[in-house]
């Protein structure tokens, strides 16, 4: 378990772990539903959508209906996810090339993408490709797209850095991936939706109260209903 | 008789020139055409602009391109692979510029290349900093940037099955920027691990028809290196 928050507040909780964060997540995903899964605690996801739910997965290298990852004696060497690990393809799955999956990626064919990120503001703003706009080297990959192209994006992510600064934010001073396009955030502490007027908590990990997650967290919270 | 079939990487790789525009098949290393790299390196080209995903993986490929210090600039989305070194090492002593691009622009910029676009406009990367100097329109009330096609003087790609024609098919997630990058490029030459009769492949079942072909070599070299 990772833990990221000040030990008062940690005190009084038990953080979901990062298999947890996924799982949660998992939950809310409807049947049906066409997903994209981002590197990091977002790729979790797959493992734990529930059996008797059908949900495809597309990986942006032009896998549709990608599957979990291959028994070390059933390795397809040429399947690989935008993680560029080996992972295995479902019955209905297809292959399309990098124009055409992003043709879908960007033309609001998605139902849905859960993305990782650095921070997130309360304007739905997402900074998940560079930590510096001095940053000489960055690697947006498929980020830009999937953020400006899905139907809906979730943030999954620890709620706070390593060194217990705020992820969710009042304005993101990481550079941009994409302005206003988050619609709900998973943390270790918490779920929350973006709305109108900001950060509303949906959920709190077992033992937090709301002044406790405020605490560490930088944009003003507040429980939905 | 048309036969793009060549036998030998001297022939596949005749006439590229200096300062020539490559575009590189392949996501990681799987679908990129080692064995025309290797074939580039030999040629000799050099100033070479190359469009790819990635920035080169270890120090092979791309990398070991970049190594023989005949790359002027590279065009990706993702520069940081698992073991970017020779990039890395080239880019820090000041060797060769880079220019990086949202994924899916660069995808399309090739497609709009091969179809005749010359522009496009995109939602991707509107209100960041890759969206900084470019020409924004509106369009029912959404915000988008344009951007051009990206054309290249070669593409080298890999296959899987290839016929005399320059029909392609590919295997798995193999396939990534390959069909894309054969539309873009004034000079094709494709790698492919089976050969196979004119009329085998079914018609149905081709991703690249062999116009956009110009050059086959068959490198039936078995299976890609672990990612």
């Keep these: ?225 | 008789m048309i036969n793009k079939i060549v036998k030998t990487l001297a022939e596949a790789m005749a006439g590229i020139r200096d300062g020539s525009v490559i575009l590189l098949g392949g996501f990681g290393s799987i679908g990129l055409p080692y064995a025309l790299v290797d074939g580039l390196i030999e040629q000799g080209a050099k100033d070479l602009t190359v469009v790819a995903n990635n920035a080169g993986v270890g120090r092979t490929g791309l990398a070991k391109l970049l190594d023989a210090n005949r790359v002027r600039k590279i065009i990706c989305s993702y520069p940081r692979t698992s073991d970017p070194v020779a990039f890395l090492e080239a880019y820090r002593a000041g060797r060769i510029e880079l220019e990086v691009m949202p994924q899916g622009t660069m995808a399309e910029r090739m497609r709009a290349a091969g179809a005749g676009i010359p522009a496009f406009y995109t939602p991707t990367s509107v209100g960041t900093k890759l969206a900084e100097g470019k020409e924004e329109r509106a369009f029912a009330g959404r915000k988008y940037v344009l951007e051009e096609a990206l054309y290249g003087d070669v593409a080298l790609i890999e296959a899987w099955e290839a016929d005399r024609w320059g029909n392609l098919t590919y295997q798995s997630s193999a396939r990534n920027f390959n069909p894309v990058m054969a539309t873009a490029a004034k000079l094709t030459v494709a790698q492919a691990q089976h050969i196979v009769e004119l009329g085998a492949l079914d018609p149905e079942q081709v991703p690249t028809p062999g116009i956009f072909v110009d050059r086959v070599l068959h490198v039936p070299y078995g299976e890609p290196a672990v990612t």
Excluded at chain 1, 77 to 90: E, M, S
Excluded at chain 1, 107 to 126: P, S
Aim: hydrophobic content about 45%; glycine content about 8%.
């Design chain 1, 1 to 225: 378990m990772n833990v990221n928050v000040s030990t008062n507040v940690l005190a009084a909780c038990k953080p979901w772990t990062r298999i947890e964060i996924a799982a949660r997540a998992a939950r809310d995903i409807p049947e049906g539903y066409y997903v994209n899964l981002g590197i990091g605690i977002p790729v979790l996801v797959a493992d734990h959508i529930p059996a008797d739910r059908e949900v495809v997965i597309q990986s942006e290298n032009g896998v549709l209906g990608m599957g979990p990852a291959p028994a070390p004696d059933r390795i397809n060497p040429w399947l690989i996810n935008a993680g560029k690990q080996y992972v295995t393809l479902v019955a209905g799955g297809s292959y399309m090339h990098h124009a055409d999956s992003f043709a879908l990626i960007r033309g609001g064919h998605l139902d849905l993408c859960v993305l990782g990120a650095f921070q997130v503001a309360e304007n739905g703003d997402l900074a998940n490709w560079a930590t510096s706009a001095k940053d000489t080297t960055p690697a947006v990959g498929g980020a830009m797209d999937l953020a400006a192209g899905a139907k809906k994006i979730w943030v999954l992510m620890e709620h706070t850095t390593k060194s217990g600064e705020s992820r969710l934010k009042r304005r993101c001073d990481y550079p941009l991936t994409a302005p206003g396009v988050v619609k709900r955030v998973y943390t270790n502490l918490a779920v929350l939706d973006i709305s109108e007027e900001g950060f509303l908590v949906r959920e709190l990990a077992p033992g937090l109260t709301l002044e406790a997650l405020q605490e560490v967290t930088e944009a003003p919270l507040r429980m939905a209903n």
